[in-house]
């Protein structure tokens, strides 16, 4: 919540900034090949979209239950796990939607958030630790062994 609440106050900051640059005097069109103006307001367009998206974002995960996940208990949206993929160790955080890619430093862990639609996210919901799965892609199948979830 921390990252997507620092990168909302930068996005908005620049979409008000893009916004100022739009509709500033010295933007206006001197001919017909002068775009100034067009171009910062389809910035101040996407940014201001990409502010709706963060907001959205945040509700989300100000509203996700946060329980402890136990050996039994199966894998769904809200659990950290680790993980190995073909044998390397990770840890990835469930979300059902948004802000996959993301990395988070977590008690000196590189945690990576992971939706429950991706391929990786498939493999571990519904699933227990110890069990393992595939994920297949273009590039093969890769192994999934859950160490844990927690």
Do not use: C, N
């Amino acid at each position: 919540m921390d990252r997507l609440t620092a990168e909302l106050e930068t996005i908005e900051r620049s979409a008000q900034a893009a916004h100022e640059a739009a509709t500033h005097e010295e933007s206006r069109s001197e001919d017909s090949h002068d775009t100034r103006s067009i171009e910062a307001g389809y910035l101040a367009g996407a940014q201001a979209a990409r502010a709706a998206e963060l907001k959205k974002l945040l509700v989300v995960f100000r509203d996700l239950p946060v329980r402890e996940w136990g050996p039994a208990d199966l894998i769904s949206a809200g659990a950290l796990v680790q993980a190995e993929l073909d044998g390397k160790p990770g840890w990835f955080f469930l979300v059902g939607a948004g802000a996959a890619g993301m990395h988070i430093d977590m008690a000196g862990h590189k945690v990576q958030v992971v939706t429950v639609q991706s391929p990786l996210g498939d493999a571990l919901v519904g699933r227990r630790a110890g069990e393992s799965s595939e994920i297949e892609s273009q590039k093969g199948s890769t192994e999934v062994e859950i160490l844990g979830a927690y």
